[in-house]
């Protein structure tokens, strides 16, 4: 025993190092959505746009978008079961799932380099360089699919190159039918998984030739076992029927189920390059993703040396098979470019880049062998000892390059993981969807709430509050498939976030984008108001004032201010304003929310707007008596002690802006929210 252990106590070390560095990035909270900010936005919502929803799914025994992944909800619920009952956060026994299936994907690997070259090291110190490569390291601490892709992917590696006779237990046939279980059930889970196909083909070829191919029996039981994978899909609408809180689709009906299991909604994404430029885009995309994961000088040494290993290394079979394996995702992440995840599709061709600098480094080392063993067969001969100085320099010269390789392997993998931890940190710890969540707190509550998100990372949140860590239980969540006009007449009080305008724009000209009749065709008609800061009241009817209460302020163009107030709490002061009209207003002025001095000031803390309701609603758009509520947010500043708001315009003909109606109000004595 303590000799095995010595044998793979690099390994080990590989293992626990890794387990520091994805500890101190794991994500343990709600994913977060989208930030448009951040100068690498395209590759960071990419990453992130999924994760919330699987962060439920893997917590609710829910099922997942297409094309359904439903072995691994299954293994993920049975996997974050018992952590959550030991009080482990919902979203971190998520993240740790994808982890142990990292820790399979990354073992396979370090223990097949070992094995083919003899040095356990290499294997360790490869696994290390692989772990820190930014798409690896952020599937393997993200609710994500792909790191079960890869693990099943370097099992088939290690199950067609394991260093064994081909005989017995290893024989031909078995390995086939252990490939074919693993290949059906690593199709049925992602479907690019099929890409690693030719290189396992390649690496059983011999030996199906020199035994004249494989008997029908084992034919039959390959494509049975092959089969075997895609029975876990019963899932999909057996959840449906039993009524899961999370069900993606409608896999309960024939057309829903092929829908989910052929990725029909994805059809639209899966589009060769329209010309040669954009085929040289797309490769010039690709490049730019490798580099991004190995750095450029990193990038040149892996391809030098896996070219090196597919020439002179002793094992450039191994490496013509892992290399031929990567070579299916790596040409349809060119040529079809936006149809999944690039950066997931191409981990396969980080593995067999890594893989030919294990082998290369293998092969430097092996010329270096024959020193040491002519002063062994010297020895051997003289029936005595070498000199101990002599010894020493055939140690010396024989442990150098092992040295000054593994010290370059390792000092690589510190680069990395210099290079991508804040960008890796910063996205595990995006707050998008906990402010969904904090958001919601601050909702009315007064008689049924249901709140619409479109389906999408900030639903996916306000669900996770709801059914995973139980915050919302009164609120009712509903996507941009909810039956809107019954919830309303059920009694239902219908808000949303004024993000959601982004993507189904208003019917009417707006800061949001072109007009759509969206909300026309699911409500009817549409008036809105703010229910409370950052959330819009959708309404199919206007909130009309009751007839006996006073009239409002007339401002201009037949608008009317209702009524005004402040709120505050340590950070902000809330500007709360309830506009009116007698009738429909005859223009459309801007909004100025001011907070300054006792005397304005000319660059004051603002707030201003286009429209009412974070500019989504103009004044036009607006029915006779309705009322509409206006929030604003402002910055608390201890030199800053009044708001000052009011409509505005700017004149045609003198091109001077024209204030309207402008009301003070002084923040203290501001109540406390």
């Given at each position: 025993?303590p000799?095995i252990?010595?044998?793979f106590?690099p390994?080990v070390?590989?293992?626990?190092a890794?387990?520091a560095?994805?500890a101190a ?11 448009e900010?951040?100068?690498d ?5 990419e990453?992130?746009k999924d994760v919330?929803?699987?962060?439920v799914a893997?917590n609710t ?5 297409h094309?359904g992944y439903?072995l ?14 030991l ?5 971190a026994?998520?993240?740790?799932y994808?982890?142990?299936w990292?820790?399979?994907?990354l073992?396979c690997?370090?223990l097949l ?11 360790g110190?490869s696994m290390?360089l ?9 599937h393997h601490?993200i609710?994500?699919?792909?790191s ?9 590696l290690?199950?067609?190159?394991w260093?064994a006779?081909?005989?017995g ?8 039918l252990?490939l074919a279980l693993?290949g059906?059930i ?8 099929v ?5 396992l083909?390649?690496a ?6 020199a ?6 029996r084992?034919?039959f039981q390959?494509?049975g076992l092959?089969?075997l ?6 899932y999909?609408p ?7 809180d999370w069900?993606y ?5 024939l057309?829903?189920f092929?829908i ?10 899966v589009?060769?390059?329209?010309d ?9 995309n690709v490049?730019?993703?490798l ?5 450029l ?5 892996s391809?030098?040396a896996l ?8 094992h450039?079979r191994?490496?013509?098979i892992?290399t ?5 995702p790596t040409?349809f ?6 149809a999944?995840l690039p950066?997931?599709?191409l981990?396969?061709t ?6 030919g ?6 092969w ?10 002519k002063?062994?067969?010297?020895s ?8 101990e100085?002599l010894t ?5 010269r024989?442990?150098?390059p092992e ?5 370059g392997i390792l000092l690589w993998?510190g680069?990395?993981?210099?290079w991508?931890?804040?960008y ?5 710890t995006?707050?998008?969807g906990q ?6 707190r601050?909702?009315p509550?007064d008689?049924?709430t249901?709140?619409?998100f479109?389906w999408g990372p900030r639903y ?5 509050s ?5 915050d919302?239980?009164?609120l009712?969540?509903v996507d941009?498939k909810?039956?809107?006009p019954?919830?309303l ?10 993000e ?7 019917p009417w000209?707006s800061?949001?984008g ?7 065709t699911?409500?009817g008609?549409?008036?809105?108001t703010s229910a409370?800061p950052?959330?819009v009241?959708l309404?199919?009817t206007?909130w009309?004032?009751?007839p006996?209460?006073?009239?409002g302020?007339p401002v201009?163009?037949g608008?009317?201010r209702?009524?005004?107030w402040?709120t505050?709490?340590?950070d902000?002061?809330y500007?709360?304003?309830?506009w009116s009209?007698?009738?429909i ?8 929310v001011h907070l300054?001095g006792?005397e304005?000031?000319?660059n ?7 429209y009412p309701v974070?500019g989504?609603?103009?004044f036009?758009?607006w029915s ?5 509520r206006?929030?604003f947010v ?6 800053k002690t009044l ?6 315009e ?8 024209v204030?309207?109606?402008?009301m003070?109000l002084?923040?203290?004595g501001?109540?406390?929210e």
């Open positions: 025993m000799t252990n010595r044998r106590a390994v070390f590989a293992v626990l890794l387990a560095v994805y990035t794991l994500q343990i909270q709600i994913s977060g959505s989208f930030n900010d951040s100068p936005s395209i590759l960071k919502n990453y992130i919330s929803e699987i962060q893997l025994w829910g099922t997942i978008h094309t439903p691994f909800a299954m293994l993920g619920n049975l996997f974050t079961t018992p952590l959550r009952a009080g482990l956060e919902p979203a026994a998520a993240s740790l994808a982890a142990a990292g820790v399979i994907m073992g690997f370090g380099i070992g094995r083919l070259t003899g040095r356990m090291w290499l294997g110190a290390i692989l772990g820190v490569a930014r798409s690896i390291w952020l601490i609710a994500e699919v792909y079960m892709s890869l693990a099943i992917t370097a099992l088939m290690l199950i067609a190159l260093p006779p081909w005989q237990t290893w024989s031909a046939r078995r390995r086939v252990w693993l059906g690593g199709v049925a889970h992602h479907r690019a998984v890409f690693v196909a030719p290189g083909l390649l059983i070829w011999p030996y199906l030739r035994n004249h191919g494989l008997n029908r084992t034919i390959a494509l092959g089969l994978g895609f029975l876990p899909y019963i999909l057996l959840r449906e029927q039993q009524g899961g069900v689709g409608e896999p309960g009906t057309r829903g092929w989910e299991f052929s990725g029909k909604e994805a059809e639209r994404l589009k060769p390059p329209a040669a430029a954009a085929l040289w885009d797309n490769l010039t490049w730019t993703i580099v991004h994961e190995l750095t000088p990193g990038l040149l040494i391809l030098i070219g090196l290993a597919l020439t002179v290394s002793p450039n191994a490496a013509r892992v031929l394996g990567a070579a299916g040409l992440a060119i040529y079809y470019h936006t999944v950066q997931a599709v981990m396969p980080l593995l067999a880049l890594v893989f600098v294990a082998l290369t480094a293998d430097i080392m092996g010329i270096y062998a024959p020193v040491d063993q002063q062994r067969a010297a051997k001969k003289r029936k005595t000892p070498p000199p100085s020493l320099r055939a140690r010396a024989q442990y150098r040295v000054i390789l593994l010290t993998a680069v990395l993981i210099a991508h931890y804040s890796i940190h910063t996205l595990v995006e707050p998008t402010q969904t969540i904090d958001r919601l601050d909702l509550r008689g049924k249901a709140v619409m479109p996916a949140a306000a669900a996770y709801q059914l995973v860590s139980g919302n239980k009164d009712l969540i941009h909810g039956n809107y019954q919830l007449a059920d009694g239902y009080k219908l808000y949303t976030e004024p959601t305008f982004y993507t189904y724009t208003p000209p800061a949001y072109a007009p759509s009749d969206w909300w026309i699911r409500l008609t549409l008036s809105l409370a950052g959330f009241q309404l199919n206007p009309l004032a009751d006996d209460s006073p009239p302020t201009v163009y608008i009317e209702h009524s005004a402040l505050c709490d340590a902000h002061i500007l709360h304003v309830l009209a007698d009738s207003p005859t223009a459309d002025p801007s909004i100025f300054t006792d304005p000031a000319p004051p803390v603002n707030a201003d707007t286009r974070y989504l609603y103009p036009t758009r006779p008596g309705e009322l509409v206006d929030d402002l910055p608390r500043q201890p030199d708001v000052r708001f009011g409509l505005y700017q004149d045609a003909a003198t091109e001077q802006f204030n309207y109606g402008e003070i002084p923040v203290a501001c109540p406390t």
